[in-house]
């Protein structure tokens, strides 16, 4: 559990000044929390920045408005697409759009209220609460009748306006709204959010950040989402059941996103809907897909348990069990080493075809236990793995191993594309490399992106690429791309997660980023 859950601001400051620590850190901790929030929530459909293009309008001199003779039908549609405040002001224009602003599905978001319509980004903890804001949000959700087809609500600190909060909420979903995202700004970062949430039967995206859950236990058993298609928990602190009674009551969901859960928590999957599933930064003990007919992609990066989170001893590996999931396409980043993979009743996810991988190749458990997971995915064709750094090496792996363990189906038959990102030259990571050249009779292209590290430090990168360009590769037809990384600082995987739930991109994995880096010719 975090330590922070159920302590107030002023009991944590003292703490820290018993404890000898600056108190600003906290503010400091504080601020990268919502920082870290508002970097996953969705950008809303409007904007007070957004310019107009007049190249090539008409200007006609005698100075008739033009506009005013569109059908309503067309104003309308112009009103929708502007920020709350300045729909409201085109009343001002002229009689005729008086009515018109009140008629509109309105895009409500609190930043756009501040005086520079949020562009420079959030309030700092320690700020005094843009009260000014409060107020302006509460005029206009009174004046407008509804619908709201957005409302997003992310600057106010809403312990101080817990009135304000509950009479938002029950006014938005009177009002219909499609798109909600609600998040509380800290302290306490555990603010029980009101369960009058689940009377919302409009909703069909809803994204809610540093909230601790409702009480599913007494939430009437109707309560339901039927319209919802993606749903966001940012920071949150929930019970396995919340979780599961969200999922349950959500018949239409499509994308589940979960980042920065405050407290531990165990994934159970059973949606006869959910096509995409995000993980991060969340401290997971178990994730088990047990029945998720058309889930097509599951991420997970970046999670512990809570063990982990503890430093308790001995260390603890998390579990993924994949049981039905005949549609699951996409796959990533796994960590062998730091976690069991379990697949269903013939232990292969034969569905899989893309795949990532964070592998600690100077710790030898890690890479003993790549082959097993390879091993679940028989008809895998594109392999990404990211060589992360280790924090201590227990060992390296040679090419025996590799050669006594036996084939792998997918490395064997169906492997076409292998991505290795962060290589650093170690023997581990070019057995690994040249086991699957000599083998991948499919293979159709490899590229490997050399770590900024092997060129600042004077190395022959050269001679560390030569066992892998000089290996007898079994498909003649494979090409080898060799490229510097423009990473100079690798905290891990790099993963966008807008990409991973965009069904336009097929390989989420697959980051133009690295093909924009400095190539290394093959020699």
Not at 67 to 96: G, M, N, Q
Request: aromatic content about 8%; some cysteine; glycine content about 6%.
């Amino acid at each position: 559990m975090d330590p922070m859950i159920g302590v107030s601001r002023s009991d944590m400051l003292a703490g820290l000044e018993c404890d000898g620590a600056d108190p600003e850190t906290l503010d400091v901790g504080t601020n990268l929390l919502l920082y870290f929030v508002y970097h996953y929530l969705p950008d809303p459909p409007v904007s007070p920045t957004a310019t107009l293009s007049l190249a090539g309008a008409s200007w006609v001199p005698d100075g008739v408005d033009r506009i005013i003779r569109l059908p309503d039908v067309v104003l309308r549609d112009i009103i929708s697409r502007l920020p709350a405040k300045d729909a409201a002001r085109t009343a001002a224009l002229a009689s005729r759009w008086r009515p018109l602003w009140r008629s509109v599905p309105l895009t409500l978001v609190d930043s756009h209220l501040l005086p520079d319509g949020g562009a420079r980004g959030q309030f700092i903890i320690g700020a005094p609460s843009p009260r000014a804001v409060t107020a302006a949000v509460s005029r206009i959700l009174a004046a407008h009748p509804g619908p709201f087809s957005c409302v997003h609500l992310t600057r106010t600190t809403m312990e101080e306006h817990r009135g304000e909060m509950s009479r938002w909420l029950d006014t938005v979903l009177a009002k219909g709204v499609q798109e909600l995202v609600f998040v509380n700004r800290p302290w306490p970062i555990d603010l029980r959010l009101p369960a009058t949430i689940f009377r919302c039967a409009s909703l069909t995206r809803l994204y809610l950040g540093v909230w601790r859950l409702p009480d599913t236990a007494a939430v009437p058993r109707g309560a339901r989402f039927p319209n919802l298609l993606e749903l966001g928990l940012c920071m949150t602190v929930m019970e396995d059941r919340d979780l599961a009674f969200m999922l349950e009551r959500s018949p239409v969901l499509e994308f589940l996103v979960i980042i920065g859960s405050q407290s531990g928590l165990r994934l159970r999957l059973v949606s006869p809907s959910l096509r995409c599933v995000q993980l991060g930064c969340t401290f997971l003990e178990d994730i088990d897909v047990v029945n998720a007919p058309r889930l097509e992609r599951l991420f997970q990066r970046d999670n512990l348990s809570e063990s982990e989170l503890a430093d308790t001893a001995p260390s603890f590996s998390s579990k993924i069990k994949i049981g039905r999931a005949p549609n699951l396409r996409v796959l990533g980043y796994l960590q062998p080493g730091e976690q069991q993979l379990a697949a269903g009743s013939k232990e292969a996810v034969p569905s899989v075809q893309i795949l990532a991988m964070e592998v600690q190749f100077g710790v030898r458990n890690a890479v003993k236990k790549v082959p097993g997971f390879l091993r679940c995915f028989p008809n895998l064709e594109t392999l990404h793995v990211h060589s992360s750094v280790d924090e201590e090496s227990t060992g390296k792996v040679n090419i025996k191993f590799w050669q006594e363990g036996g084939p792998i189906k997918c490395v064997v038959q169906s492997m076409k594309k292998v991505f290795f990102y962060e290589f650093r030259g170690s023997r581990s990571e070019v057995v690994f490399l040249k086991f699957i050249a000599e083998r991948g009779r499919a293979l159709e292209q490899m590229v490997v992106v050399v770590a900024s590290e092997c060129f600042s430090s004077g190395g022959n990168v050269s001679a560390k690429l030569k066992p892998l360009i000089s290996a007898k590769w079994l498909s003649k037809a494979c090409k080898l791309q060799l490229f510097k990384s423009p990473r100079d600082e690798v905290s891990g995987p790099l993963h966008c997660h807008q990409l991973a739930s965009d069904f336009k991109f097929a390989d989420p994995f697959d980051l133009k980023y690295y093909y924009e880096a400095e190539e290394i010719p093959v020699s």
